[in-house]
């Protein structure tokens, strides 16, 4: 064995022996550094005859090469190791909790008004407003419903101190002032909704002395009950999403309707549950008909020209059928366990397109 | 309103079974809200004799009874009753039976070691009057094992309706007979009206002195026996909820309950001379036949006697002085009208409820005065006997005839339904209107009992109501062309995406009242008296709230004393300023109480801080599109908030939101424990982002170059606000500068007490080349001296 092949075998069994990447670094400075082993046999060529430099200096770096590749494959391996092993270190707990992210909710009157305004904006309507503190006229007058007339008793109203105009100030007891306010305002035809606040003095398990309606009102031309019936059916079937819910209109009385109707719809109260649906049973959740000739005239509507139908609905009634929550005063109580069941996620924007709940 | 069955078909001829009518009820717009199957209930009890009835072996009060219940042999009952005894007729009920009264069932069972198969009944066990002395004894006569309740006539259904205030007609059982015959139920029985001749002329005259009282019919029967009246008419007013008093009161009960017809009876003998109908006087007073004594305030429809005593309040109750006794002979029949507005009136001042009442302020049928007062007093002839006089009539009848006319077309018009025109007539000619048909319109004179029809939409309501609204087609709402167009405007739509960016940042949206109690008004600046209600349900919520704050941080305290003190909450909607109907602001408010981050093991916990509310505000605002780089903090938020530790974000001289620790002694007085930070985003006064036409967004410019930052340490004053800093290094080089963000405040060694150390970062945006070191420090300089300028504050060695 010459030389040659002893210093390789030396200097493959020295890589292949490193124990780590700074071993390794001695071992090739070792071999192939300024001053290293082939380095200093390729130096020493300068005394030989060309052809033997020329054999010898093919030799050397046939040697040379071979060391390179070991000590990279070696240094590759302890590449390696050394990750694998600063990895192992770095280790942890993913069990642990993730950061707390406090995760907010939107009330479920909020969001039921946003469903409702979700569907009747695909049916052309847009949403109209007015102030919770209304004059009499607007809350009764205006809708046919004179001072001394039973209907006032049956609308248990919140007073307060006269304007300075002398007239009568009340909560409103209904949205149907945004009635009043929306023919006042404008020239038919008109398709609105009026979500909001709504007030009478009564305070039991079944009322609050403040709560929310939606008003509708849609006044035109050739508008008839027929269109009042079919713009429920569709609302309250995309509203409870139930294909086949059916509608029950009952003839009623409403000062500012005639003919006025109750809407009921189908469920069932089979062993204490209500299930909505066309089951043989009704359940009231509405009052509507068609807008009363004089309510028309007082907001300087044409009566012979024009008409059209109103509606007005509960919306915590709704928003309990729909979503099965049991206690209409825990609504305005702000409990935070309550907030978190009953409340809806933010992203959770009610669309026709996207589905209306999720 | 409640009638029986049985009742209805003395009016009404029909075989239709109960659940037909009462289906057809509620499509007439008369809601059957219940029906109770009297006959059901008291199906399991039969007549049965006792044959034996011996003492009780182990107890004094109780009887060992042997009965025949008509079915096999004797059946031992131990029955406690004083009235047990061999011979009666009893009403019998098996083990097995529910017991009306208390929903038990009974069961065969041992009484002190007795063995008892069986109970003897109580009217009030089977809920048929209050008598609990004694069992029912029947008469000898009643056939023993045969079922009770179809002797005695029980086995009937009670129905239950809700009427609106427009049906007072149906507030009587012939008007809902009426409305049933019209919608082809059964065929409506005539009532017998015919005039009860006079034997002797009125002794009583009445005068009229109000206008409150437009007719009043008065007639003496002279030589009656007011006893109790017959079971028929007791039985009838029983099952409706009335309680029977005697035949001449149980007479005008009925009249009330079956024609709407309500009158009053005097006993004649205790009223002096002619009668007087006036306004009361206030001070008058009056013991009515309540029992209670009234005090009239003045202008009240009353009746009066020679004596100018008020002997009776018109329309609403009569009075116990001239009301009729065991002992009265002659009467004076009382048939009269009186306006609904006064009856109304009275009945709101005094408090009274009535059957009477409720009638006559919605309007009793003007044409009944008379043919009231003649079926009065056939009634009152066939039970209590005696004689007629003349019947007196003051006033007449107020004129109801109000021809209307109805286009035919109308119907389907507004209706959306054909109804042939010979429907439209026969149904209206059903319901007692006058008609005829001239130049295609129909003509309608509507009854006298149907005030509340006054137009044509009337008309068309009752076509449709009887045609039945279930036959009217579903129409969809016809659609523009093309896409709906937006629905809510702008306003709207930012208010709800202020409401789901405040629930994205982790707060709980709650619905809180509008009003609230005028102390806890107070603490936020007070409500003026024009926002006081003048009627609250109750003085916590007798004001209108002037901040939607109070409502917040109250339920925050209710949520901490359940155990969640962490919370956070907001709510958007009404603040109220003034009773106007500008005079409403709508606000988005939060508060957080506790820890703003909760324990954890990877970071400490903090309370919640003014700048936590801070934030809230600010991304509120920048959610609604206000402009929140050009917004200024100040200093002067109201005395709700901590003094020191609160600010108004400003646009000029308009606060658009406020911000900050609530006030020690706000959440001392609402008893709550702090730290509890709020704020108040005004929606109303945002600017709305000016449109300029399209929806494109302004070309975005990048440069080329990168930028560079340069920190800077200023000392300056401790009561210095660093955003005067800020601002002032903003400004230096508005070119160049982009962004200066504030990283550090420090106070403590090192500086000079009374002054704090700010530290800034000015982030420099090259334009068009790379700056040179010489153009940086030539910035940094101006930096250097704005601020300085701004503040006072030099740069930190």
């Keep these: 064995m010459n030389i040659l092949d002893s210093l390789k075998a030396d200097l493959l069994a020295a890589a292949a022996a490193a124990p780590d990447l700074a071993a390794l670094e001695e071992v090739r400075v070792d071999a192939l550094g300024k001053k290293g082993r082939i380095t200093g046999l390729m130096k020493d060529m300068g005394s030989l005859t060309p052809d033997e430099r020329r054999e010898r200096g093919q030799a050397l770096n046939a040697v040379k090469e071979e060391i390179s590749l070991a000590l990279d494959a070696r240094r590759q391996v302890l590449k390696a190791e050394a990750l694998a092993q600063k990895l192992e270190a770095e280790r942890i707990d993913v069990s642990l909790p993730a950061r707390p992210e406090v995760e907010g909710r939107v009330h479920p009157i909020s969001q039921t008004v946003e469903e409702m305004i979700a569907i009747f904006a695909d049916m052309g309507f847009t949403v109209a407003e007015g102030p919770d503190i209304e004059t009499d006229f607007n809350n009764f007058t205006a809708l046919n419903i004179p001072p001394e007339h039973p209907a006032r008793q049956m609308h248990d109203t919140f007073y307060l101190p006269n304007g300075p105009d002398g007239d009568t100030r009340v909560l409103r007891t209904h949205t149907s002032p945004v009635q009043i306010r929306t023919m006042l305002a404008g020239e038919p035809p008109i398709r609105i909704i009026a979500p909001g606040r709504t007030y009478r003095s009564d305070y039991d398990q079944t009322h609050t002395p403040m709560f929310h309606q939606i008003e509708g009102l849609v006044i035109g031309e050739n508008i008839h009950m027929g269109h009042l019936k079919g713009t429920l059916l569709e609302f309250c079937r995309a509203f409870f999403q139930v294909d086949d819910l059916p509608l029950r209109f009952r003839p009623s009385f409403f000062p500012f309707t005639e003919p006025s109707a109750e809407v009921d719809i189908g469920c069932s109260r089979k062993g204490g549950e209500l299930k909505l649906g066309n089951h043989g049973d009704w359940l009231e959740i509405l009052g509507c008909g068609m807008v009363h000739p004089k309510v028309l005239e007082n907001c300087g509507i044409d009566s012979t020209r024009w008409q059209g139908f109103a509606f007005g609905m509960g919306i915590e009634r709704v928003a309990m059928l729909k979503y099965g929550i049991p206690d209409l005063r825990t609504f305005f109580e702000a409990d935070l366990r309550w907030l978190k069941h009953y409340g809806f996620v933010p992203l959770d924007v009610p669309s026709l397109a996207q589905g209306l709940t999720r | ?797």
């Design chain 2, 1 to 797: 309103m409640k009638f029986t069955l049985s009742w209805l078909k003395q009016h009404l001829e029909t075989d239709a079974p109960l659940d037909v009518i009462t289906d057809k009820l509620t499509s007439l717009g008369l809601e059957v809200e219940g029906v109770e199957d009297t006959g059901k209930a008291l199906a399991p009890f039969v007549i049965a004799k006792v044959l034996s009835a011996e003492k009780h072996p182990n107890a004094d009060k109780l009887r060992v009874a042997m009965v025949d219940t008509g079915t096999g042999g004797p059946i031992q009952v131990v029955c406690g009753a004083p009235n047990c005894r061999a011979g009666i007729t009893v009403v019998f009920a098996s083990p097995g039976a529910v017991i009306p009264a208390t929903g038990d069932t009974l069961k065969v069972g041992a009484i002190r070691g007795v063995e008892s198969r069986g109970m003897l009944c109580s009217e009030r066990e089977l809920n048929l009057s209050d008598e609990h002395n004694g069992i029912i004894e029947l008469p000898e006569e009643a056939p023993v094992g045969a079922s009770f309740a179809a002797w005695r006539k029980l086995d009937d259904a009670v129905i239950e309706i809700s009427l609106t205030p427009d049906r007072v007609d149906c507030a009587g059982v012939h008007g809902i007979a009426r409305d049933l015959a019209a919608a082809d139920v059964g065929t409506l029985r005539p009532l017998n009206t015919a005039p009860v001749p006079g034997v002797f002329p009125a002794p009583v005259k009445v005068a009229l002195e109000t206008a409150a009282c437009p007719q009043f019919a008065a007639r003496v029967v002279r030589g009656v026996r007011n006893g109790p009246s017959p079971q028929w008419l007791q039985d009838k007013l029983t099952a409706v909820g009335l309680r029977p008093i005697s035949a001449l009161v149980d007479i005008t009960n009925l009249m009330t309950m079956d024609q709407v017809r309500p009158l009053h009876v005097f006993d004649a003998a205790k009223v002096r001379g002619d009668l007087t109908v006036r306004d009361s006087k206030a001070g008058e007073t009056l013991l009515a036949l309540n029992g209670k004594e009234y005090t009239l305030p003045a202008g009240l429809a009353v009746i009066a006697d020679a004596s100018g005593a008020v002997l009776s309040l018109g329309g609403v109750m009569g009075g116990e002085s001239t009301g009729v006794s065991e002992t009265t002979t002659d009467v004076i029949i009382e048939a009269a009208l009186f306006e609904p507005a006064k009856v109304a009136e009275a009945g709101r001042a005094l408090q009274i409820d009535s059957d009477a009442r409720y009638r006559f302020e919605r309007g009793v049928d003007p044409a009944t005065v008379v043919s009231g007062i003649e079926q009065a007093t056939r009634l009152v002839l066939e039970l209590c006997g005696g004689e007629a006089g003349e019947v007196f009539v003051a006033g007449a009848e107020p004129a109801w005839r109000r021809p209307l006319t109805l286009r035919p077309a109308r119907v389907a018009h507004l209706g959306g339904v054909d109804v042939p025109e010979a429907d439209q007539l026969r149904i209206l000619t059903a319901l007692g209107f006058e008609t005829s048909r001239k130049d295609g319109l129909i003509h309608a004179v509507p009854p006298s009992w149907r005030a509340d029809v006054q137009g044509e939409a009337d008309l068309v309501e009752e076509v449709l109501r009887i045609h039945g609204f279930d036959a009217i087609p579903t129409t969809s709402l016809p659609r523009d062309e093309g896409l709906p167009k937006v629905a809510v405007t702008p306003k709207q739509r930012r208010t709800a995406t202020v409401r789901r960016l405040l629930a994205g940042r982790g707060m709980l949206e709650a619905i809180t009242w509008s009003f609230l109690a005028p102390e806890t008004a107070k603490l936020f600046g007070g409500a003026p008296e024009e926002l006081a209600l003048l009627n609250p349900i109750s003085a916590d919520l007798a004001i209108m709230r002037p901040s939607v704050l109070a409502n917040l941080a109250a339920a925050a305290g209710r949520n901490a004393a359940r155990g969640y003190a962490d919370l956070a909450l907001f709510e958007v909607g009404p603040a109220f300023r003034d009773g106007s109907e500008k005079g409403q602001d709508l606000v988005a408010a939060g508060v957080r109480a506790g820890l703003a981050v909760a324990r954890h093991w990877a970071k400490g916990t903090r309370p919640v801080d003014a700048y936590d509310a801070k934030a809230d505000a600010i991304a509120a605002l920048e959610a609604a599109g206000a402009p929140t780089a050009n917004l200024v903090v100040s200093t002067d938020a109201p005395g709700w908030y901590h003094p020191g530790r609160s600010g108004c974000l400003r646009l000029g001289p308009t606060v658009l939101a406020r911000f900050g620790e609530l006030h020690p002694a706000v959440l001392e007085a609402l008893d709550l424990t702090g730290p509890l930070v709020a704020f108040e985003v005004f929606l109303d006064v945002i600017p709305q982002p000016k449109k300029k036409g399209g929806t494109e967004k302004p070309k975005l410019e990048l440069s080329a170059f990168q930028p560079i930052s340069r920190d800077f340490a200023f000392v300056v004053e401790a009561e210095v606000e660093a955003d005067r800093l800020v601002r002032a290094a903003k400004g230096a080089d508005k070119a160049l500068i982009t962004g200066v963000q504030l990283f550090d405040v420090y106070q403590g060694p090192g500086v000079e007490t009374g002054f704090k150390s700010i530290a800034l970062s000015v982030t420099l945006q090259p334009v068009d080349k790379t700056l040179t070191d010489v153009e940086i420090e030539a910035v940094a300089a101006k930096v250097v001296a704005a601020v300085t300028k701004a503040t006072g504050a030099v740069l930190r060695g």
